[in-house]
């Protein structure tokens, strides 16, 4: 089953904070963040681990409930750079195939 | 180094024929998982290939298969296509499954009329 990413689009003024959030109703063992721009490939921001490790950009910062099943990627002080559509990926056991939410579009203006 | 490359870039097909999307992995890379792409149903897992072996298969029919060749290389096969099939077909590489970042292809873009 398909995680649940909202907001399903935000709008940001460059500097703004934005929080996105992705939210599955199975246990989870991973969460992965990517970004996609428009007319490019996902690319990888950020994954994290069930108990606590993670591992990605360090200028991105995320956080994994394992309680709820929810994970949140924190984008703050945003950048032009920032707009794109952000996919949230989930993985209910180690080696299971990835399962991505519906996708989040961020448009930072000037 | 060289990223995940996939050809054809652009497909053009009509309802029934099949087709073959290749994808070449990162060197050092084993793992190899395609996904379908569409603006209504978003990014939807295929398979998966480690190791010249299927690890996972998402909820597609049989019509989708797939296969790995012994230097990693990928190739997805689509037989006796359907209008639905029009979507952007993306490879993503990585070194071992699991807890590990996927690099993801330019995508092919199939086209069916």
């Known amino acids: 089953q398909q995680p649940v990413q909202s907001p399903q689009a935000v709008i940001l003024r460059e500097g703004e904070d934005a929080v996105i959030n992705c939210s599955s109703s199975?246990?989870?063992?991973?969460v992965h963040w990517y970004r996609q721009k428009h007319g490019e490939a996902p690319v990888f921001l950020m994954i994290?681990?069930?108990?606590?490790e993670q591992k990605g950009h360090e200028k991105i910062s995320a956080s994994f409930n394992e309680k709820k099943q929810q994970s949140s990627l924190y984008l703050t002080a945003s950048q032009l750079s920032y707009s794109g559509t952000y996919f949230c990926?989930?993985?209910?056991?180690?080696?299971?195939?990835?399962?991505f939410g519906g996708g989040t579009r961020l448009m930072v203006k000037p | 180094k060289a990223g995940v490359t996939q050809t054809p870039r652009y497909l053009i097909k009509t309802r029934g024929q099949q087709v073959t999307l290749s994808c070449s992995p990162i060197?050092?890379?084993?793992?190899v998982s395609w996904y379908q792409q569409t603006p209504g149903q978003g990014l939807q897992f295929l398979f998966e290939?480690?190791?010249?072996?299927?690890?996972n298969k998402g909820n597609f029919p049989g019509r989708f298969s797939g296969r790995q060749f012994s230097n990693s290389r990928s190739e997805m096969n689509v037989s006796t296509l359907e209008l639905g099939d029009s979507a952007l077909y993306l490879c993503?590489?990585?070194?071992?499954?699991?807890?590990?970042?996927?690099?993801f292809g330019p995508g092919t873009r199939l086209t069916v009329l």
């Open positions: 060197s050092g890379h084993r793992s």
């Open positions: 199975k246990a989870l063992y991973s």
């Open positions: 993503a590489s990585s070194r071992v499954v699991s807890y590990n970042e996927q690099f």
């Open positions: 990926g989930t993985e209910e056991y180690a080696g299971n195939m990835l399962t």
């Open positions: 994290l681990l069930k108990g606590g």
């Open positions: 290939y480690f190791s010249e072996t299927q690890r």
